[in-house]
């Protein structure tokens, strides 16, 4: 009996040593430097070759990263150029065989048996992501931690939140969160990949943060169906669901923005922060490709679609100091579509799956976005850097439950004109510009 115990002890432990043998390169670190000298991110020195170094590596609790010395004559652009090799070099083993079961063998049972299974029953390796930074040495992140595929919003996301901050979602790092204070957005995304979802969990989280201090223009030039639940909403200025209502909208964001603009000028400020004022006015455009003068045919709607995107560059030039936010989307982003002042001037961009890689260049000037797998998962691009974010899928329900204290009964279309001028003083839903 002890020696079948022994036997297959030692059986199981060659077999283990076998494996980690076969299997070459056990761990990550030695895996980044073979596949940067394979890709030839080399030089030569005095008859030798060399490559990377590795001079520390940190643990996380998002996973390792590896910090390496470039020798002499390489750039960081060189080795940005070979991510993909890496990334996929660290995500080469599919399953991997989990040791510490040897230690919970039952030896009142056949042990062989056992083994057996352990090398039959095989686990999955969870997929790595990497990112590069260079800060005089080579940062190889390499992310462990697995992306949810499907985020449901919960009330407690907005815990997360404070000012204007908006649930983002879950990345390898973390549950991260978007400050609009950051200036104006792009938002991209194909039909049902989560676009759509985002703006209504903004929408409804700046509604039920900030009650007292927004207003929203709502263009919706697909029918105006995403935002219906909205427009009673007392933060609601307007709802445009067509090319005229659009530039009737427009046109008022855009005087408003000059009032503002003369007030803060007569007043010494240099923005809104200075002038201590808390309101915020977020213009939302879904569909750019109905805005675009280069898109709609017919004379008079060029005229109008021109004077809509000459409306929307003023906002997006000179808004954000003045307590605007553009948020400016499109399903079909395309050259011609998306205006380049305006992107210029965003200086967030959210995009989820796109048609191909021209259309993701268009949006984040780079691939990428055609790659995406799942619905709800973006590509988050700040000046600070791009991350992956599964973001959280808000349901209607949940939506009635955090505007429905904000809903006022509206007057009917006759009443409002009967009564314009005592409407003009007393209506309920007027926001007045509050200083703190």
Same mark, same amino acid.
């Given at each position: 009996?002890?020696?079948?115990?022994?036997?297959?002890?030692?059986?199981?432990?060659?077999?283990?040593?076998?494996?980690?043998?076969?299997?070459?390169?056990?761990?990550?670190?030695?895996?980044?430097?073979?596949?940067?000298?394979?890709?030839?991110?080399?030089?030569?020195?005095?008859?030798?070759?060399?490559?990377?170094?590795?001079?520390?590596?940190?643990?996380?609790?998002?996973?390792?990263?590896?910090?390496?010395?470039?020798?002499?004559?390489?750039?960081?652009?060189?080795?940005?150029?070979?991510?993909?090799?890496?990334?996929?070099?660290?995500?080469?083993?599919?399953?991997?065989?989990?040791?510490?079961?040897?230690?919970?063998?039952?030896?009142?049972?056949?042990?062989?048996?056992?083994?057996?299974?352990?090398?039959?029953?095989?686990?999955?390796?969870?997929?790595?992501?990497?990112? =590069? /930074?260079?800060?005089?040495?080579?940062?190889? &992140? $390499?992310?462990?931690?697995?992306?949810? !595929?499907?985020?449901? @919003? *919960?009330?407690?996301?907005?815990?997360?939140?404070?000012?204007?901050?908006?649930?983002?979602?879950?990345?390898?790092?973390?549950?991260?969160?978007?400050?609009?204070?950051?200036?104006?957005?792009?938002?991209?995304?194909?039909?049902?990949?989560?676009?759509?979802?985002?703006?209504?969990?903004?929408?409804?989280?700046?509604?039920?943060?900030?009650?007292?201090?927004?207003?929203?223009?709502?263009?919706?030039?697909?029918?105006?169906?995403?935002?219906?639940?909205?427009?009673?909403?007392?933060?609601?200025?307007?709802?445009?669901?067509? =090319? /005229?209502?659009?530039?009737?909208?427009?046109? &008022? $964001?855009?005087?408003?923005?000059?009032? !503002?603009?003369?007030? @803060? *000028?007569?007043?010494?400020?240099?923005?809104?922060?200075?002038?201590?004022?808390?309101?915020?006015?977020?213009?939302?455009?879904?569909?750019?490709?109905?805005?675009?003068?280069?898109?709609?045919?017919?004379?008079?709607?060029?005229?109008?679609?021109?004077?809509?995107?000459?409306?929307?560059?003023?906002?997006?030039?000179?808004?954000?100091?003045?307590?605007?936010?553009?948020?400016?989307?499109?399903?079909?982003?395309?050259?011609?579509?998306?205006?380049?002042?305006?992107?210029?001037?965003?200086?967030?961009?959210?995009?989820?799956? =796109?048609?191909?890689?021209?259309?993701?260049?268009?949006?984040?000037?780079?691939?990428?976005?055609?790659?995406?797998?799942?619905?709800?998962?973006?590509?988050?691009?700040?000046?600070?850097?791009?991350?992956?974010?599964?973001?959280?899928?808000?349901?209607?329900?949940?939506?009635?439950?955090?505007?429905?204290?904000?809903?006022?009964?509206?007057?009917?279309?006759?009443?409002?004109?009967?009564?314009?001028?005592?409407?003009?003083?007393?209506?309920?839903?007027?926001?007045?510009?509050?200083?703190?």
């Amino acid at each position: 009996m002890l020696f079948e115990i022994a036997s297959a002890t030692m059986f199981g432990g060659l077999a283990g040593l076998a494996f980690l043998k076969k299997s070459a390169l056990v761990n990550d670190a030695e895996k980044i430097q073979k596949i940067c000298y394979n890709c030839k991110l080399t030089v030569k020195e005095n008859g030798d070759i060399k490559t990377i170094q590795l001079h520390r590596k940190e643990k996380h609790d998002w996973g390792t990263e590896y910090v390496y010395r470039i020798p002499l004559g390489l750039s960081f652009s060189d080795f940005e150029g070979k991510l993909d090799h890496i990334r996929d070099g660290l995500n080469n083993k599919k399953t991997y065989i989990d040791f510490k079961r040897f230690l919970q063998l039952n030896f009142e049972t056949n042990l062989l048996t056992q083994i057996r299974d352990i090398f039959q029953t095989r686990s999955s390796v969870h997929q790595k992501d990497v990112e =590069l /930074e260079f800060d005089g040495m080579l940062r190889v &992140k $390499v992310l462990c931690n697995d992306l949810p !595929t499907n985020l449901l @919003f *919960d009330e407690t996301m907005l815990d997360e939140c404070s000012n204007w901050e908006i649930p983002l979602g879950q990345t390898r790092y973390g549950f991260i969160t978007h400050d609009l204070e950051q200036g104006h957005i792009t938002l991209a995304g194909a039909t049902r990949k989560g676009k759509t979802v985002l703006l209504k969990l903004i929408i409804s989280t700046v509604i039920h943060q900030n009650p007292e201090h927004v207003k929203l223009s709502l263009i919706d030039l697909k029918g105006g169906l995403a935002f219906t639940r909205f427009k009673n909403a007392k933060q609601v200025e307007s709802v445009a669901t067509d =090319l /005229e209502s659009a530039l009737e909208v427009l046109t &008022k $964001v855009k005087n408003e923005m000059k009032e !503002t603009e003369r007030e @803060f *000028d007569q007043n010494g400020c240099e923005d809104i922060k200075e002038a201590g004022i808390r309101t915020r006015h977020i213009i939302v455009v879904d569909e750019a490709a109905q805005i675009s003068p280069n898109i709609v045919t017919g004379k008079d709607k060029k005229e109008k679609a021109k004077q809509c995107e000459e409306a929307l560059s003023e906002i997006a030039r000179i808004g954000a100091g003045l307590g605007y936010r553009l948020i400016y989307c499109s399903q079909y982003p395309k050259a011609e579509v998306m205006n380049a002042q305006i992107k210029q001037n965003c200086d967030t961009v959210i995009t989820y799956k =796109l048609r191909d890689a021209v259309a993701s260049r268009v949006v984040l000037d780079e691939s990428g976005a055609e790659s995406l797998p799942i619905p709800g998962r973006a590509i988050y691009k700040t000046p600070d850097g791009t991350q992956i974010v599964q973001t959280p899928f808000i349901d209607n329900d949940q939506i009635d439950k955090l505007i429905k204290p904000h809903i006022v009964i509206r007057p009917r279309k006759e009443q409002r004109e009967s009564d314009i001028g005592e409407r003009k003083t007393r209506r309920s839903d007027t926001f007045e510009l509050t200083e703190m």
